[in-house]
């Protein structure tokens, strides 16, 4: 499962703020590793530098002295539409002067490629293969003379999920879909304004956490400061998934510290699925917390039984199976000293394909484990994201192919157990009707993704369709 990306805005004159928004996303690094890329604005015309590959890897001391400005944007990408390419790459600047905006997307639009097509029709012409260029020309395509305006006449338009960051020549935007599926909030930074996926970006750079952007909401900053204004918002639905994984669990998200959060999870996890073993571990980092918290629910010993190689990249570093295959390898090492002739109990994020966790248990076992219980954080993922996450299709998501004691002997473990949807809201401990869990229930914000889903079933190989057939 890949995470969607990460976006950061900056409106502080006086400061440097391309330097600030390198550290702002380095510090959302976690959120897309295939792309990055910084713009800014001087107030007479925007300028944008971006590439291929990490954060690091994008920007010089040469790169970002070149860009000025008193307004900065920046995005990490991970591609959920749209290839990874270097046309691809974020921010986007587009439109004609005194029209220009520069863009930033984290989400998914459900209905992108209707809006291409009318746009296309309209004239307005696509240079990359992304739904952040759908939005970006629905909002210049508006007649309003407003940006805000502009921005809530789009936003009528889409349908998905998007936290948006965009810049003009003199004012920076937040903006959060009405479903609030992604995260996105507003801090202070001497005397100026941030804009960011995760709280955590706030604190690395010494920003003010203020509150997090409403769904449905525009705010707009400027020199007289931040104004807001509010969409119609029906239903929340924040990715519980934003809980599990994919942010950082610095972070806080409606109100809520992740890190408690994840560790509660194993606690729940403990009680729904007790076991007789000599060790806890929690497969490093995303699983860590929750490790912590089955430890200290079963007072069983937490140990470090696989050791992650931080330096190697993400095991995503390339989106094709055979790297992934490779990937465990070269990102985990496990300690036979310490798990010789014992029996684990492992906690992990979530089991999507069923490709990564059997050679987790197999390097546990080939170091010696006696036995491998696997707890997993989420509910078994039956049903795919449409809303920015590139998890599978349906076809490839093993729990929408096997029963669940089939996944325990497909994955090589002795126990396998899944939390509970109640499990899970209760360690999360905010109301279950604000979040999306669509994965887990196919109970879509949207109705037309599952059109969508249909869509996917209809064109998956055959081989996928037997003997666990998802047709029937
Ligand atoms: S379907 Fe799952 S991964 Fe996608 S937004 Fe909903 S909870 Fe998150």
Redo the contacts with the bound molecule.
Sequence with gaps: MRECCGVFGVYAPGEDVARLTFFALFALQHRGQESAGIATSNGKRLQVHADMGLVSQVFSEDSLSQLAGDIAIGHNRYSTRGSSQIYNAQPLVLGKAPNTIAIAHNGNIVNAEHLHKELSDRGYAFRTSTDTEAIANLILSSHEKDWVDRIRYAMRRLQG?YSLVLMTNHKLFGVRDPFG?RPLCLGTINGGWVIASESCALDHIGANFIREIEPGEIVSIGENGVDSYQEESERR?T????YIYFARPDSVINGRLLYPARQAMGHELAQEYPVDADLVMGVPDSATAAGIGYSQCSNIPLCEGLLKNRYVGRTFIEPDQRIRDLGVKLKFNPLPQILDDKRVVVVDDSIVRGTTTPKVVKLLQRAGAKEVHMRICAPP?R???????D?ASRWELIAAQKTIPEIRDFIGADTLGYLSIDGLVKAVALPKDI??????TGD?PIPVQLEMDKLALETAPAEYLSPFGIRQ
């Design positions: 999920a599926v639905a990715c519980i998934f934003e993922i049903y795919p994201c449409f809303f920015g996450v998890m979040f999306c869990m669509a994965c887990f879509y």
